[in-house]
Structures are given as C-alpha cells and as structure tokens.
C-alpha cells in the first residue's frame, strides 16, 4: 500500500468567491482557483478561460474545439462515449466534480457515485485526461490533497494513475 | 492488504506474540469541534458510512487532541484509506455543516505532533 507523504500536489478549484490561501497550502494544493478565476459555465458564448458544462454531445463538441475552455465537465456525469473520444483527441481534459458525490441525501449520494465510476472507467479506457476537481461552495465542502487521492481510488483508478488525477495547469 | 498482526518477539517456549499495528492521522476540521461533546457522535458517523464490521475491524479512536480543529484518528493500518474516505463524506455533526481534511498520516504519534506545531505556528 502506497504511504502518503506530505507535498503540494496539483490544483483544486471551487464554487467560492474567494479561497483562504493558507487553508489550500495546508491541505496540499499549490492553488485553489475561485470561481472568478476559473468558471464553470454553460454559455457557450463565454469568451474567458473556462470549464464548460454541457449535457449533449453537441454543445460539448462546439466548446472542445474552442481555445479558452480548459476541459469540459458531463452535468450529472451521464456518460456520453462519443464526447469522450473528442475530448482526447483535442488534448482537454474531462472534469469530475467530487462535490456531489457527497450530498447528504443517501440515494442521491449513491447514484452519483455509481454514475461517477462508470464515466471514469471508461475514460480511462478511452484514455481520456481525467481531473477530479471539488467544486466547492463553501470550507466544509472543500477535499485535501490525501482525501483525493483516497477518492480516486474509491473511483476505480489505480495507485499508479492516482497522482495524474490532479488539474495540473499547463 | 497487509498483515493486521506482527510479530513481536518469541519466548522461550516458541509461543508468539503478536501485536497490532496501527496508523496515526491527522485531521483538521473546518470549524471548531468540543470533543467532549461531539467525539462519539463522531465515531458514530463514521461507523454509518464504513458499517458495523469494517468499524468493529478498523476500530478508530480518537488519539490526541491538539487545538479545537486538530485531533488524531488512531486506526488499524490496513483500513487507513477507509477511515480516510468516511470522513470525506462527513458533512454535517449534530446539524451544523462541518467537513474534515486529512493532513498526514504516519506510524508514529509524535511525528504528527511535530507536525500540528508547524502548522498553527
């Protein structure tokens, strides 16, 4: 079993106005983006760096082949096979939101779960760049480094690819 | 998963005697907690998310305390990631929204300690 140590690994963003710089050193990020750095959009209009958000592969076809936006997100994470090929091939990365993976109602919570895992394992085998990212409205919806890791995991992902499971920008 | 016991030393009559080892970590909670109040309730969450058999063979226990956010889980070594991954999903404690991030986990207490002193420094 792999021991965990501490370092700053990759970058986290969340649904927040702003993010309490010390908190995300402490908890092994080099940066957590707030939400006016990075935006979760469906407007597909939206000219600055973004991650787009979409639930048909046509939009989320349109915006893969845009230059601002840094990786798509699948709303619900519904697994559409054909947005994952075109994601690999345009180099962008397909996003997945912990945050509702961890709502407090148990059908809900379990339902994302199984939904999460089944789109991360056929992106992988698609080979497809997965982030996870926590998307998190306040703190206390905010992941450490460690609990990503134990969460890529829980996901399917092995031990040897959890660590390229962080955003790294550029 | 690697072996709960270890062997410790040998006696004389060649009868063993194991131990068990265990694997420190360091938590930090978003806002403050009264342990005196809230650790069992604690405990008790973490046993609805990993169930009655896991908890019974993880059996987690609060070690140490270092401030009102810090504390230490103590916990079988091989159920480490469990008792990290049921905490993530810790969001709410006697109704008010809390959430826990895992700092570092180690063999040892004292390096824990060491390390809760740099971080509140």
């Given at each position: ?41 469906e ?8 991650i ?36 690999r ?41 997965i ?40 | ?15 063993l005697i ?55 889980i ?48």
């Open positions: 079993m792999k021991r965990y140590e501490y370092m700053v690994r990759g970058f986290d963003i969340v649904d927040m106005d702003s993010v309490n710089i010390r908190l995300a050193e402490v908890i092994g990020y080099k940066k957590v983006y707030a939400r006016n750095e990075i935006i979760v959009t407007d597909q209009a939206y000219e600055g760096k973004c787009f958000l979409g639930r048909e592969h046509g939009a989320l076809g349109k915006a893969l082949r845009r230059n601002n936006v840094e990786g798509i997100m699948i709303f619900d994470n519904e697994l559409i096979r054909q947005t994952l090929e075109e994601c091939d345009n180099e962008k990365i397909l996003f997945v939101d912990i945050s509702n993976l961890t709502v407090q109602e148990q059908r809900l919570r379990l339902r994302n779960i199984h939904r999460a895992r089944f789109l991360i394992r056929s992106a992988l085998r698609s080979r497809t760049k982030a996870l990212v926590s998307l998190a409205k306040d703190e206390a919806g905010m992941l450490s480094a460690m609990q990503m890791l134990a969460f890529a995991k829980f996901l399917g992902i092995n031990e040897k690819d959890a660590d390229s499971i962080f955003y790294n920008k550029g | 998963m690697r072996k709960m016991l270890t062997v410790y030393s040998t006696t004389k009559d060649d009868a194991l131990r068990y080892k265990y694997r420190y970590i360091l938590f930090m909670s978003s806002s403050e907690l009264d342990f005196g109040i809230e650790e069992r309730g604690l405990l008790n969450e973490i046993m609805r998310y990993i169930g009655e058999i896991s908890y019974s063979k993880a059996n987690p226990k609060i070690a140490a305390q270092y401030s009102r956010k810090l504390f230490v103590k916990t079988e070594r091989s159920y480490e990631d469990l008792i990290i991954l049921a905490l993530s999903f810790i969001k709410e404690l006697h109704g008010r929204r809390i959430g826990f991030f895992s700092l570092k986990s180690s063999g040892t207490i004292k390096s824990l300690r060491v390390y809760s002193k740099k971080i509140t420094a």
